[in-house]
C-alpha cells in the first residue's frame, strides 16, 4: 500500500542498474552497492566473526595511504585481530585504542592481493568514499562520482574484473546535503520545520499536529516522515562502526 511519502521517495525505492547512469554530462552521480567479502576484503575475518561489523573510515584519498582505518564492533577481540592479520588482502594491522563497543584499528593493505579493492582505490581521482561497511559475507558501499561518465568507467573496470554488485541506490546528486545524509527533499524539510517550531524542545512547543498542519500535510505523513529522516540521519552520522541505512542484513536493497 502507498504511503504520502510515496511520490517523495520513488527514485531511491526503485532498484536502478549501473546502466542507468551512463552519460558524458557532469551530474554527480551517487551509487550504492553490495559485493561479497571475497570480492572485496577482509573475507576470512568476517566470516569467522560473523557478529563483528566493519567500517572503513573515509580520508582524504592519498595514493600510498587507502582507507588505512577499520572502526570494528562486536570484533575486537585477539582472535579478530588475528584473524584481520592472516587475510591474504591484509599486509600489516595495528590496533590504535579499543572501545567497550569496539575497536579502531589501522591497517596496510595488500596491494598484490588488491583485487577490487585496487578499483575502488583507483577511483579515488574521480569519486568520493562516503561509506564503506561489511558484517558476515557482505560489504556495501557508498560513492560519490564527479560525473555519469566516471561512474560508467568504474562500472567498466569492475565488469571486467567478473565482479557483478548488487545496487542498493543510484541517484543523480541534486542536493549535497540529501545525498550525504541519504534523506529526502521533504524528510529534510519536515526535519527543520519541527526543529525550528520546537517540536524537539522539552517542553515541547509545538505538537505533531502544529508542524503538520504548517506544511499541510496530515499528521500521520509528518510522522512517516520524521521517523524516515531520523533513521537515515542517525544512521549516517552517530552510527559509526553499527549497520545504517539500508542494505545491510535482510533489509530492503532500497535507501529513503
Same mark, same amino acid.
Not at 573515509?58 to 588505512?68: M, Y
Given at each position: 500500500m502507498s504511503t504520502p511519502d510515496s511520490s517523495d521517495d520513488e527514485r531511491r525505492n526503485r532498484s536502478p542498474t549501473a546502466d542507468e547512469a551512463a552519460g558524458d554530462d557532469q551530474t554527480m552521480v551517487v551509487y550504492e552497492f553490495a559485493v561479497p567479502t571475497g570480492?572485496?576484503?577482509?573475507? @576470512? &575475518?568476517? !566470516? %569467522?566473526?560473523?557478529?563483528?561489523?566493519?567500517?572503513?573510515?573515509?580520508?582524504?584519498?592519498?595514493?600510498?595511504?587507502?582507507?588505512?582505518?577499520l572502526w570494528v564492533t562486536g570484533g575486537h577481540c585477539p582472535a579478530f585481530r588475528e584473524a584481520v592479520e592472516s587475510d591474504p588482502t591484509v599486509a600489516r594491522v595495528r590496533r590504535v585504542?579499543?572501545?567497550d563497543r569496539g575497536a579502531l584499528y589501522e591497517v596496510e593493505w595488500d596491494e598484490a592481493d588488491a583485487g577490487f579493492f585496487g578499483i575502488?582505490?583507483?577511483?579515488?581521482?574521480?569519486?568520493?568514499?562516503?561509506?564503506? @561497511? &561489511?558484517? !558476515? %559475507?557482505?560489504?556495501?558501499?557508498?560513492?560519490?562520482?564527479?560525473?555519469?561518465?566516471a561512474l560508467s568507467a568504474f562500472r567498466d573496470r569492475y565488469r571486467e574484473a567478473g565482479v557483478d554488485p548488487r545496487v542498493v541506490s543510484l541517484y543523480d546528486l541534486t542536493d549535497p546535503e540529501l545525498g550525504q545524509y541519504d534523506i529526502?527533499?521533504?524528510?529534510?524539510?519536515?526535519?527543520?520545520?519541527a526543529l525550528e517550531m520546537g517540536h524537539f524542545d522539552i517542553p515541547r512547543e509545538a505538537t505533531l499536529e502544529d508542524v503538520a498542519d504548517s506544511l499541510g500535510i496530515s499528521p500521520?505523513?509528518?510522522?512517516?516522515?520524521?521517523?524516515?529522516?531520523?533513521?537515515?540521519?542517525l544512521g549516517n552520522t552517530l552510527a559509526v562502526g553499527s549497520p545504517a541505512g539500508v542494505g545491510l542484513d535482510d533489509r530492503p536493497a532500497v535507501s529513503r
Open positions: 570480492a572485496f576484503a577482509l573475507e @576470512r &575475518a568476517l !566470516g %569467522d566473526h560473523p557478529d563483528a561489523v566493519v567500517e572503513l573510515e573515509p580520508i582524504v584519498p592519498r595514493s600510498d595511504r587507502t582507507a588505512p582505518y585504542v579499543a572501545f575502488c582505490a583507483d577511483a579515488a581521482e574521480d569519486a568520493v568514499l562516503l561509506r564503506a @561497511r &561489511a558484517r !558476515g %559475507d557482505e560489504w556495501v558501499l557508498k560513492f560519490r562520482f564527479r560525473s555519469r561518465a529526502t527533499e521533504k524528510q529534510r524539510t519536515a526535519l527543520l520545520r500521520k505523513a509528518l510522522s512517516e516522515r520524521l521517523r524516515r529522516g531520523k533513521t537515515n540521519l
